[in-house]
C-alpha cells in the first residue's frame, strides 16, 4: 500500500518540467541540447526592475507582506486593468500569488466542489486538468483541431455545459497553440455565458503582451458575465519573470476574499521584494515589452518558415505566445533503428534522442496528435533547432 494519499497518486508530474529535466541531464553529459520545451522568455528582466528589488533589499523590506499583496501593488494592477484592458477593479478585487500558477489553483480550489464539471478546450495548457483533479471536480473537454484554428465555437460551448459544470477555463494568447480569441469569437462564447448563469469563467491572460494581431480582448469586458470572470494574469511571460514567482486574480470580491483566505493557510504573501519589483515593473511603461514582443514576432515567422517546409509536419501561424503546435500524426507508425513512432510523446523522446532538441509531447496538452516547441530562444539556435529535427524526422520510414 502506497504511504502517499490517492490525491498525489492521481497527479501527473508536470511535462514540461519533466521534457526540460531530460533535456538538462543529456546536457549534463556533454550533449549539445538545443531545449524548445520550456515556456520561459530567453530575455533577462529588465533593469529598472532588478534595481526597485535591491532597492527593496536596501530598505529591509523583507517581512511577511499582506496575504493578497502590497496595496500600491494591488492599486498598480487596479490601475494597469484600467489603462491597457479598459476594464475597472478595485484594489480589494485583486489578490497577488507566487505566479499565475498559483492564481489558478487558488480560483480553481475556491470554486469547484466535487463532482462538478470544468470545461477545459483542448489543447490546454498542463496544469489546469491537473489541479482540476486537485480539486476532485472532472474535466470535460472540448476538442479542437489545427483546421479551427484551435479555437472553440459557441455551439461547441453550449454543447458541453451541463447543470453540473461549475467552470470553464481557458487561455487567450493560448498556450501551447498560440491561438488568440478576438473580440467578436469572446463575445459568442460570453453570450452563450450569459445563458447559463451557474458557470464561471477562468480567463488565463498571461501571454497578453505577446500577441502579434491586435490590442488584447478579455471576456472580463462583457459586463453581464464580469462578475464570474476570474482574470489570471502576471509578469513571467511580459517582463522575463519568471523565476521571480508573481501573478494575480482579478474577479469580484466574493472570490478574491476567497482566494486571500485559501493563499492565507497554504503560503502567505509572495516574497516581499518580487512584489516590489512587480510595482516597478507596472509603473514603467510597456517599452521593453514591445522590444520582446518585436524579438518573438520576428523568430515565429523564421520557424514558421522552416517547419512549413518539413514534409509531414501540419503547422498553423500561431497570432500570439511563443509556441508552435504542429500536427505530427504522419510520423506515427513509421520506424528508424528498429524504434517505431506511436504517439507524439514518442516523437518528441525521439527528437531529443536523435536531434537532441527537447520539444514537449501533446498529451499532457490533452491533444495527442501533436508536439510543442516554444521559440523563445536565440534566433541562431532556433535555425539549428528546426535543421536538425527536419533532418531527423526524414529517417523515419
Ligand atoms: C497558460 C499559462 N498560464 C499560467 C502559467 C504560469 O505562469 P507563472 O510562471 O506566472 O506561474 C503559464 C506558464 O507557463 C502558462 O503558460
Redesign the pocket.
Known sequence: MSALSNRINNLSESATIKMAKMGRELAAKGVDVISLSF?EPDFHTPEHIKEAAKQAMDKNMTYYTPVAGYPDLRKAVVNKLKTENGLDYEPTDIVVST????A?ANAVLCLVNPGEEVIIPTPY?V?YSEVVKLAEGVSVFINTTVEQNFKITPAQLEAAITPKTKLFMF?SPC?PTGSVYSKDELEGLAKVFEKNPHVYILS?E??EHINYIDKHESIAQFDYIKDRVVI?N????AFAM?GW???YTASSKEIATACDKMQGQITSGTCSITQRAGVAAYEGGLETVLEMRKAFKKRRDIVYKLLSEIDGLQVNLPDGAFYFFPNVTSFFGKSYNGKTINDSDELSIFLLEEAHVATVGGDSFGDPTSIRLSYAAAEDKLIEAVRRIKEALAKLS
Not at 99 to 102: L, R, S
Not at 234 to 237: E, V, Y
Request: aromatic share 14%; proline share 0%.
Open positions: 515556456g505566479g499565475a500558477k498559483q489558478i495548457w496544469s487561455s498556450n488565463d498571461i501571454y489570471i502576471g509578469w513571467s511571460k519568471t514567482r508573481i501573478g
